[in-house]
């Protein structure tokens, strides 16, 4: 069993950083935790995807130009996922970036980032 | 034989144009308006009645306008039946016309624009109705009937009216929805919705299903048709403007709700098919109940144009009724009476209108002693109130003849009662009417003299008078009394 | 013109660019470019339909690289559908949005155009691309996009906004998790190839894990009951431009992912027969559907309400994907235009009452026809598109819907359906009567009287026309459904069903 676990142990990190991340965007009241909740969620997958990649023993995927060898792929670490996170990453930072904008406007017009205020706020306000 | 013409397809639409003139003239032009509802309905009955000679001939015109669905058109078909329904509506629109014009004047209601407006699209949607080749184009009119009638229910735009508007609504739509499942459902068991004569069900699927949807049709055409216990929206929607209530709550609307039940029960699943399944008599049953309840409820009602709907229930189960016995007189007879009641009906809301306009008196206990003030209003009230208990020579008389001959031919003398006992009834709540109106005297009412304007009190005489001469002649004008008996002969093989 | 597919999102995208830089000198120059950008990509959007029709489907390489390593396009009657919707509707709200941003945006409206146009670009690329990575890309566009333009709503917008975001960002990372397990297995992305190699590992517990990824992250996306908490503020709050954009065109590419993924990727037989997902989404969308029309009747607030009525018609459309049969199926792609038109002429409707009304309260729309009276025509004319009233194109989506059913033997949803219209029917007559027969509300009060006759004062002709050229469109496209239908989705829907 442990062994069973240790050997995967990249995908364990990964979905217990998920989790971690996902119980923060779901139970935390205060806004800007909910966003490193989200930034932990984000992560997780980017390290899954990198760490699919992965080959031991293996090296970068740079073939020489004048190379006569057969080209072994057990040799080289496959390049697609770290390309796709890098699109991913990128992608990510944005939303965070979004995200952290709209906090500062709703710091600016709540002066507060809990939620349960904003929400008592929006009430007294309607009523 | 099939023709293929536009001409169904431009009576449908008359009544549409009709409507984008009235629009486009509104409130600031109203003779134009007004003449552009004339000329529509006179237009659009002229359409129709060309299509006449047809018919006798035994042929069908057919337009097919657009495919809605494979396998499904949006299909106009002229056949005898819808030819009856579609010359009735188009003839008594242009009498209806005239007469709202002189009673939205002499009550200077607002709104006109809007009410001459849905008037002419819900015509438009009965001819749609009566000209439908299959179900689906039958039910895509029926809606756009229902959506058009509900502004006029409002027309007073008071907290009753908009109440009113909203029971009509409920009913109406709940009834439309079942419609819809009816239909949905024909098409899975059939991959056809056309109309047969004699009906095109027999053969798909179990005896159980065939019942299920058999009733589910009926409850749906029975909230139009004003069967009980689905009927509680026509009473409260006789907070209409009259001549709403005239033509739509007499006419167009229930009677669109009995042709529809006429359809299924004819072309859709047929005679031979309801004797087999044994429905025809719990339908029999169903309406008779209908026919007597409404009778006495109609007894006690104080407003008059309540009193009024509460007879249309009574007739448009009689007709139904006719239908159900499925034999040769019978079906002549209600097919008939949908006519006769119409010209019948329409002459004692005209007259409520009339009184209306003059004295604005609705209760029937308010009424003593009218006859002196408006003689030609009382007189037209009674050729219809007598029509409709089935006294000759007035039209009523003849369709009953035939549904109690009808009845006799099916050898259920029990519908035999019913319709004596509905007759009977019939007499009873109208002629205390005629007879205070007559011989009794009120404070309040002026024997002088005094009638309701001419654009009021022609078409009333005009129906009256159409009345008397279809009970004495019943095949003048177009025949309907022949297409009425070749209604019977097309579908009871 | 073979470069097509890849211009309807080139365009929009550089013209994104160039908006800020040209409304940085003359703002008035942004609108007519917005516009043009999308008027071309409606033309270029019809042209492709029409070539799909005429040559069968379009393949395009980017950058010519051979498909599975390279993004390839690829269009065909589904998707080729979807993007004549995505951008003609974008390009009426784009036309509308002038007037209606004038005044609830006066000072932000050029940064408005240039996101408006990366939402239309994520929207669309969404739709033509045939590259699983590559659509998360384009979603993420659209999403960040949206999250934007809600933000720069009236008052409560940014929670809106904000609960959207980290909803969104949830469901797309489920969707990217889904992308990498299937990668892991089979090392493809392209949707083709993935089509080809999944059937021999359709009992791999990895192959079902990601398929549960997608639904969950989409259903997220398109806001499918119990996931639909970000919906209705995020609808209710943003700008009427947005609304009308977000309900009628961006729930509908999740729809349209979903049914790409579960009939494309994966083939119908998975999708039905392997695992229960068919009966699990239509249950939730029946519930949906009751749950949203419930909640849309106690609604005061006008886009409240519409917002709560797209939750029901996600449902309804989801039902017909549940269903999984030709007639459930015709009746969901039927209703994917449907909807779009009538919730876009619905939204716009009533960004266009708030506009002259400055008031959205049900209750305060006494006498709207007198003063609008074409916009409350057109209202009323999606309002009973919506409730399924004939000719309206509502109406034959529901009927196919409720043949579908009947198809499948599945009663409850027959009556679900039936029972919605009527729910339907509760919510928007009460709109209709209010605004045609009730008297002035509150605000007018004083100036009402029968008698007198109100002038009309409608709202400005940009926003006009996009709104009757909706309601126009509601009405044709019902009695012209047959004729879609059989032209056009009979062939989207998927082979094997």
Redo the contacts between chains.
Sequence with gaps: MIEYIISKYNYWIYIVLMMIGFYAMISKRNLMKKLIGMTIFQTAIILFYISIGVKRDATIPIVPEHSHEAIKALEYVNPLPHVLMLTAIVVMVSTSGVALALLIMIYKRYKTIEEDEILKLRQEAGA | MDIISIRPLLAVLMGMIGAFFILLAG?RHKNIREFSTILASVAKFLLVFSMVPFVFEGKTLVYDL?????G?L?EFKVDTFGIFFGVLASFLWIITSIYSIGYMRGLQE?AQTRYFFCFAMALSATMGIAFAGNLLTL??FY??L??TTY?LV?HK?TAE??KA??KY??YT??GG??I??SI??T??LTGSLDFVGGGFLQDHGSKNVLTLLFITFILGFGVKAAIMPLHEWLPTAMIAPIPVSALLHAVAVVKAGVFGCLRVILYVFGPALLHELDLWWMLAYFVSFTIVVSGIFALVQDNLKVRLAFSTINALSIIILGAALLSPSAVKGGILHIANHGFMKITLFFCAGAIYVKTHKEKVSELDGLARQMPFTMGSFAIGAMGLAGIPPICGFISKWYLCLGALEAHEITFLFVLLISAMLDAAYFFPIIYNSLFKRSQEINPTFNEAPWLILVPMLIAAIISIILGIAPDAFVHFFKMAALIGQNTLH | MSHSPILIIIIPLISSFFVPLIGWRKKNLCYPLVVLALFISSILSLYIMGSVITHGSIYYRLGGWEPPWGIEYRIDYLNGFMAVIVSFISFLVAIYSRRSGEQELPDRIVHFYCIFLLLVTGLLGMVVTGDMFNLYVFLEIASLAAYALIAIGEDGALMGSFNYLIMGTIGACFYLLGVGYLYIVTGSLNMNDLSQILPGLYHSRVVRTAFALFIVGLALKMGLFPLHTWLPDAYTHAPSAVSALLASVMSKVSVYIMIRIMFTVFNPYFSIELIPITTMLSWTAGIAILFGEIMAIVQPDLKRMLAYSSVAQIGYIVLGIGLANTMGLTGSLLHVLNHALTKGCLFLGAGAITYRRGTRDIRQLGYLHVEMPFTMAAFTIAA?SM?????TCG??S???L??GA??ARQWIW?IIL??S??LN?IFF?RVI?NA????LGVIHESSYD??E?EEANEVPLGMLIPILALAAAIILTG?????I??TII?FAIPEGI
């Excluded at chain 2, 657009?66 to 494979?70: C, D, F, N, R, S």
């Design positions: 409130e657009i495919t809605l669905a494979p499904l949006l607002h039910f895509i809606e756009i229902t959506i502004p409002v735009e009216a908009i508007g909203r609504l409920v739509l709940t929805v079942t819809l499942f949905a459902f098409y899975h | 009973l409730i399924g009233i004939p000719p109406f034959f529901k009927y196919y409720i043949l009947i198809d027959v039936l029972l219209s009527l029917a007559f009567e045609y027969f009730k008297p029968r008698g006759q009695i012209f459904s047959g004729k239908i059989s009979q």
